[in-house]
Nanobody, 123 residues
Framework: QVMLVESGGGLVQAGGSLRLSCVASGRTFSSYTMGWFRQAPGKEREFVAA????????YYADSVKGRFTVSRDNAKNTVYLQMNSLQPEDTAVYYC????????????????WGQGTQVTVSS
């Protein structure tokens, strides 16, 4: 069993930055992909970014490419999402997830999910 806990969300002005963290515990696998998704009220959950534990390969949605950076610290079992140049349309609940597929851009490719952390960007 894998447990995921996100943190780092909050309120920020447009143009500002936030860094989200996701700590994994329990039985983890180095071959897993760690993904970030987000969901705004009334909208579908959408893919944001993914990283492989082994090798550190990254993949981004076009909407965040150049603004967001995903990274990981294997020793701390933690993945990060650095979000820069935030805009109001980035407002959503952000979730981290773990699954066996790469690049894993779809919800069904992940079997483990965190509880989510709220990110609100004011204009």
């Amino acid at each position: 069993q894998v447990m995921l806990v996100e943190s780092g969300g909050g309120l920020v002005q447009a143009g500002g930055s936030l860094r989200l963290s996701c700590v994994a515990s329990g039985r983890t696998f180095s071959s897993y992909t760690m993904g970030w998704f987000r969901q705004a009220p009334g909208k579908e959950r959408e893919f944001v970014a993914a990283i492989k534990w082994s090798g550190g390969n990254t993949y981004y949605a076009d909407s965040v490419k150049g603004r967001f950076t995903v990274s990981r610290d294997n020793a701390k079992n933690t993945v990060y999402l650095q979000m820069n140049s935030l805009q109001p349309e980035d407002t959503a609940v952000y979730y981290c997830a773990a699954g066996p597929s790469w690049p894993g851009t779809r919800e069904y490719q992940y079997g483990y999910w965190g509880q989510g952390t709220q990110v609100t960007v004011s204009s």
